[in-house]
């Protein structure tokens, strides 16, 4: 069973900075991909951005050039370094981890992100 748990969260001005941080435990597979979702308040849930096993990259049009996705294998952990916040990245910020082999999606419990001035 895989277990992911975000951390780094919290209350940030607008243009501010964030890293967030989500380690797996568990039996995960450098190859297979992770990445951050949000929910805005009665929003659904979106992509933010994901990174893939080469380290390839997805970003979310709304936050290329201001966020950045890494993983550290080693330490089954992956980043979402977070710059020039704005008001509407304001949400629960989600760590995914999707085994390829399975189709299976695994979900951290969430960490809170809040841009407010």
Same mark, same amino acid.
């Given at each position: 069973?895989?277990?992911? %748990?975000?951390? +780094?969260?919290? &209350?940030?001005?607008?243009?501010?900075? &964030?890293?967030?941080?989500?380690?797996?435990?568990?039996?995960? /597979?450098?190859?297979?991909?992770?990445?951050?979702? @949000?929910?805005?308040?009665?929003?659904?849930?979106? &992509?933010?951005?994901?990174?893939? +096993?080469?380290?390839?990259? %997805?970003?979310?049009?709304?936050?290329? +050039? @201001?966020?950045?996705?890494? @993983?550290?294998?080693?330490?089954?952990?992956?980043? &979402?370094?977070?710059?020039?916040?704005? /008001?509407?990245?304001? +949400?629960?910020?989600?760590?995914?981890?999707?085994? @390829?082999?399975?189709?299976?999606?695994?979900?951290?419990?969430?960490?809170? %992100?809040? %841009?407010?001035?």
């Amino acid at each position: 069973q895989v277990q992911l %748990v975000e951390s +780094g969260g919290g &209350l940030v001005q607008p243009g501010g900075s &964030l890293r967030l941080s989500c380690t797996a435990s568990g039996i995960i /597979f450098s190859w297979d991909a992770m990445g951050w979702y @949000r929910q805005a308040p009665g929003q659904q849930r979106e &992509l933010v951005a994901t990174i893939t +096993g080469d380290d390839s990259t %997805v970003y979310a049009d709304s936050v290329k +050039g @201001r966020f950045t996705i890494s @993983r550290d294998n080693a330490k089954k952990t992956v980043y &979402l370094q977070m710059s020039s916040l704005k /008001f509407e990245d304001t +949400g629960v910020y989600y760590c995914n981890y999707n085994r @390829r082999v399975s189709g299976t999606d695994y979900w951290g419990q969430g960490t809170q %992100v809040t %841009v407010s001035s």
